[in-house]
């Protein structure tokens, strides 16, 4: 995530009650103008909605709600402002992750900030995008993702192609407009709305793309933004998920080195053995699935490795992934993994989904150009599964429906300067799975005033981890407006 501190707008850190939010873009003064109503939602958390148009371009159309939430600051006599925050995805709700993990932000923050989530557009509680029922994502998810011949290609194309028409047929106004340009747009509206005269922001994974690209529409506006699990905006979405399958290979061989150090590793006593093991589990897999002791499905190869993905982005996880695999390898029982799979994607156990997954895809398909056919893409998946053998083939499959979507872009990705902004923290983790270290240092480098904050470390992101000079570091930033000095690394 992005961590930078600039001016804000308080006198010697303490609140300016009198000072009023920034003048508003033109035809949007009443959005700007809006108070929300606040009202108790239980357990200190404090709920409203704020008004945003579905359309920036016709302001005075269709609006959309945002579900907005708040853990009001505990000093009120020297609160700074609202930390607005987002936990990425896309398609992750902010009011969720507001809820569970407002309070491990700590007690100097909660002292002097409200912490405050949302759920972005086409999101959870805001006006969410809806395409497939809980039977159809089982079988999107179940399909084989590793095609070994012409007959497995068209199944996969014509699930990719069964996604996209959902999503038209049930959510065909929302999906022009649920991309992270309004989304940015919309987090200008919600500063506003809190009286807040600039944003102070942490964003995680994708909201590390979501604050960047506010940095770079409302430069002026910026006073402390930590963007931590860094995404590159200058890569294509094929390019993106090639780079985010190498991630997880990188994490999947500290998890063996750590596997084998512990002693406990029942699949392997070296790390080239444990890695081996999981080839060979995946491609048994592939053609027998594990079996699955909770309910009817079977635990395809896509379900395993989506198993072992979740495990990764948690070193916490590690110890639940020995087992998982030992059972799998030991047994061919996949009950486990598919646990860890169903939490990735947010699958309940009436076997009905949270909106993420198609939220995830909607707004990924419309915030970059991508390949016009299923023979283009699948070179990239190729390529994926030479750099990246036991993830590659997954991850790069998983977008196809991007290639039948009704609604595609024309703006190539670019950097992201952000000209003019304070300066902004990003922090990458090194063995970070899905967010690979170096794309923090990519976005760090092209932002106008980025510093790079490096966690030498494991697991999806920093901040929340407990590490405590990466916790230092970064509340020294967003109540001091003090970022730490570019390079620095924690261990």
Known sequence: MLALVTATGCN??????????????????SFYAQKPSWKSCGSGFECATVQVPLDYAKPTGEKVGLSVIRLPAEDKSNRIGSLLTNPGGPGGTGVGFVRQAARAFGNDLRRRFDIVGFDPRGVAASAPVRCNTGPQLDRFFATDVSPDN????KVLADEGKEFADNCMARAAA???HVGTVNAARDMDVIRAALGDTKLTYYGASYGTYLGAYYAEQFPKNVRALVLDGAVDPTLSSTEMLVEQAKGFETALRAFAQDCVKAGFCRFGDTVDAVLATVSSLLAKTDKTPLKNTRDPRKVTESLAVMGIARALYVKEYWPVLRQALTKATQESDGTMLLTL????????????????????????????PNPPDITTYGKSATEAQEVAPRFGSFVVWGGLPCVYWPVQTKQEPKPIAAKGAAPIVVIGTIRDPATP??????LAGQLSSGVLLTFDGDGHTAYLQGNRCITEATNKYLLDADPPKDGTTCR
Do not use: F, H
Not at 353 to 358: C, G, I, R
């Open 437 to 442: 270290y170096k794309w923090a240092q990519n």
């Open 174 to 176: 929302e999906l022009p």
């Open 12 to 29: 010697d850190g303490e609140a300016d009650e009198t000072a009023t939010p920034a003048s508003a873009p033109a035809g949007l003064g």
């Open 150 to 153: 012409r007959n497995e290609t």
């Open 341 to 368: 799979a169903d939490e990735m994607v947010e699958r309940k156990s009436d076997g009905s989904y949270s909106n993420q997954t198609d939220a995830n895809m909607a707004i990924n398909c419309v915030d970059k």
